[in-house]
């Protein structure tokens, strides 16, 4: 779940570095925003023994993942915690740094 929404706001940041106008669609609008976090849970899929080795624990197996539930998973911290700090941070003009994000306050106080 972390890795697939690291990869989203990474890509979303990347985004907006080079078209600020049309990335907000791919954070608000839920139809794009589902297509984008599918396209990120099919790279983890496909990557799988690379993203295993940078950030997993070494027992993760490839075929215990259920597709359906890592994007319900998924959607639901997105829609809990990230998307409220992505259009904070791009509405404020923040974007990456050379080590990540600048700001990750997911406000998980509320």
Do not use: C, P
């Amino acid at each position: 779940i972390s890795v697939t929404l690291m990869l989203y706001v990474n890509r979303i940041y990347g985004m907006a570095s080079v078209n600020d106008e049309d990335v907000m669609t791919f954070v608000k609008e839920e139809d794009a925003v589902d297509s984008l976090l599918r396209a990120q849970v099919l790279e983890i899929i496909n990557g799988f023994d690379y993203y295993k080795g940078l950030y997993g624990s070494g027992k993760e197996k490839k075929e215990h993942i259920d597709m359906a539930e890592l994007l319900e998973r998924v959607t639901f911290y997105y829609d809990l915690y990230i998307r409220d700090m992505l259009i904070r941070n791009l509405e404020k003009g923040q974007s990456l740094v050379d080590n990540g994000v600048l700001d990750w306050d997911l406000d998980i106080n509320r």
